[in-house]
């Protein structure tokens, strides 16, 4: 079955970090650009970041530009989300995906992902 497994959600205090886990099963995400995307309650989905299949390209939304960063460790076939300087609008569901693609750039919107993570909880606050 493929897969993509979230980890390292959490609580965490204004001002913190935390670094989220999209980990694939099944297949290599060396074809596929990634995205990450996160559900607040109330709020409608928003793209988050996402990275190329093989140039590099990554995009951030302007909310969260110069405090995450999304990387790539083909070694582990997993995909990175490092969360700094954290804020309680970060709060939300955050999930990644996985689109098969090839060249430049990587998608921005949610539907054609191929596949999904579980999911992710991430909590800002005192």
């Known amino acids: 079955q493929l897969q993509l497994v979230e980890s390292g959600g959490g609580l965490v205090q204004p001002g913190g970090s935390l670094r989220l886990s999209c980990a694939a099963s099944?297949?290599?995400?060396?074809?596929?650009?990634i995205g990450w995307f996160r559900q607040a309650p109330d709020k409608e989905r928003e793209g988050v970041s996402c990275?190329?299949?093989?140039?590099?390209?990554?995009y951030y939304a302007d909310s969260v530009k110069g405090r995450f960063t999304i990387s790539r460790d083909r070694a582990k076939n997993t995909v990175y989300l490092q969360m700094n300087s954290l804020k309680p609008e970060d709060t939300a569901a955050y999930y990644c995906?996985?689109?098969?693609?090839?060249?430049?750039?990587?998608?921005?919107?949610?539907?054609?992902?191929?596949?999904w993570g579980q999911g992710a909880q991430v909590t800002v606050s005192s």
């Open positions: 990275i190329s299949s093989n140039d590099g390209t990554t």
């Open positions: 099944g297949f290599t995400l060396n074809d596929y650009a």
């Open positions: 995906a996985a689109q098969r693609r090839h060249g430049s750039g990587c998608t921005r919107t949610a539907r054609p992902y191929d596949y």
